[in-house]
């Protein structure tokens, strides 16, 4: 991320295993997200089409807020980033899914979240993403509720200086479980 990335940072961290409880040293974490004005970098709007999502990333550089993270011998990981903005639909105004939406009243916009696939050699590889407690956007959007077992809950810290931060910052623990290729 940007040395002056806006937003509220965030330390995400945790461990990669198996099913059975076997951390997996070298499981890579490729990891993106949205920043906290609502961007993907390296993105523009015609890259959404047929959707009309707005995303101008101009002047941002195309891999701010992507990552390639490597667990350590225990299968740990940790990377700090910030809160993730909201990301849009897109819906056009008159489109029957627009209606739809409007007459469920459902909003039109996902829930925050940080979008990850995770793999590692005999495994198959995973693709998820991490949402917050809090966001009222789990339980209220088109996409239906975020199953309680994919929110995960985030804690505010004051003691910003001892991660060398000027602001009060937040942590999240995510572990991943992966499933052996061989497993049926």
Known sequence: MRPD???EPLIVSGTVRTTTGVPLPGAALEIWQIDANNVYSGMDTSDFEPLNIPNDSTGIPADNLRARIITDPDGR??????MPGTETFGLATDSPLARLTRALQLEGVRPLHIH???SADGCLPLTTQIY???DPLVESTIEGAVPA???RTTTL????HAHGLDQPYRTLTYDFVLRLALEG
């Open 5 to 7: 990335e806006p937003g």
């Open 77 to 82: 990981y940790e990377f700090r980033t910030v």
């Open 116 to 118: 990850a696939i995770v």
């Open 132 to 134: 917050f407690d809090g």
């Open 149 to 151: 077992e994919a929110v």
């Open 157 to 160: 810290h004051h003691d910003h």
